[in-house]
């Protein structure tokens, strides 16, 4: 499987913002739809946002729309995939993952390949 490197999780308060990052190697990735999901203790992962392989159009789960904001940067070498989450809240607790998806609009995982994710807390 393909490596994903992940960065940008932690513990935050409430109310507060976090930036997630994952890299992928832009030979494999360049021109694949990429999202981001996450998965809270004791629930089945779920989709957060995706975008198309520009970063041209995005999409995003009700429970975020609004706070939450995916962005992309291709280079010559990796794809570097952003998750800009304003005004947190408790319930968005979860290790958050990304991965392709197989439309920029589907909110469905496109591969098996999750990594380790990173860990996001929020405090109430």
């Known amino acids: 499987q393909v490596q994903l490197v992940y960065s940008g999780g932690g513990l935050v308060q409430a109310g507060g913002s976090l930036r997630l990052s994952c890299a992928a190697p832009?030979?494999?990735?360049?021109?694949?739809?990429m999202g981001w999901f996450r998965q809270a203790p004791g629930k089945e992962r779920e989709f957060v946002a995706s975008t198309n392989w520009s970063g041209a159009n995005s999409y995003y789960s009700d429970s975020v729309k609004g706070r939450f904001t995916i962005s992309r940067d291709n280079n010559d070498n990796m794809v570097n995939l952003y998750l800009q989450m304003n005004n947190l809240k408790p319930e968005d607790t979860a290790v958050y993952y990304c991965?392709?998806?197989?439309?920029?609009?589907?909110?469905?995982?496109?591969?098996?390949?999750w990594g380790q994710g990173t860990q996001v807390t929020v405090s109430s």
């Open positions: 832009a030979r494999t990735f360049r021109y694949y739809d």
């Open positions: 991965n392709t998806v197989t439309n920029w609009n589907s909110g469905v995982p496109g591969s098996d390949n």
